[in-house]
């Protein structure tokens, strides 16, 4: 293979990924955007009522989802953040892996939750938490506050469980 053939493949296997590497950067120009926005016109705690079942608030997320391990003693946050830069890593690849034109699904299920977890990795990394704004409840019960990156990765999520069946389907 001559050295003009070789960059060609290169080329082409970086270019595959590229399209999905942009939405995960969206995702997290959107996440801090918003996050900046946030603590820019609310206080922790201060909430505005959007809906009857809606409210926009700021609040600071230690731990992970549900605040799993908020309470711990402050190891959690390296736990996440290695946890998160892990992941990511093996997704770019597995992004840079997949063939040109195919699993659209599953890469952008991919892109998603690579771009939900960096945005909350840059929170955790800059304030030792996650800022979290979106707050739904039904009379007294609360669901936990989330954010953009944390809506991508639930998103993100269901896409690859969607890919995973329609793939199981295809085998079958």
């Known amino acids: 293979m001559s050295s003009a053939e070789s960059i060609t ?8 990924a590229t399209v999905w590497l942009f939405l995960s950067a ?14 820019r016109h609310f206080g922790e705690f201060e909430f505005t009522r959007v ?3 809606l409210d926009i608030t ?10 799993f391990l908020a309470s711990a003693s ?6 996440f953040i290695g946890l998160a830069v ?6 770019i690849i597995w992004l840079h892996r997949l063939p040109r034109g195919k699993h659209s699904l599953l890469a952008a299920g991919l892109a998603l939750v690579l771009g939900g977890a960096v945005g ?12 979290d704004f979106i707050h739904f409840h039904w009379d007294t019960a609360y669901f936990p ?23 199981s389907r295809r085998k079958t």
């Not at 700021?58 to 605040?67: I, L, P, R, T």
């Not at 402050?74 to 736990?79: A, D, I, P, T």
């Open 26 to 39: 969206f995702i997290v120009m959107a996440d801090q955007l918003s996050k900046e926005y946030i603590t």
């Open 120 to 131: 909350n990795v840059i929170d955790r990394i800059r304030l030792g938490y996650v800022i």
């Open 58 to 67: 700021c609040m600071h997320n230690v731990g992970a989802a549900f605040s």
């Open 86 to 91: 892990s992941v990511s890593i093996a997704i």
């Open 51 to 53: 809906l009857p079942i």
């Open 145 to 167: 506050a989330f954010n953009v990156a944390d809506s991508a990765i639930t998103v993100g999520a269901a896409c690859l469980l969607l890919d995973a069946l329609f793939d």
């Open 9 to 16: 493949v290169v080329d082409k296997s970086g270019s595959r």
């Open 74 to 79: 402050g190891w959690q946050r390296w736990l």
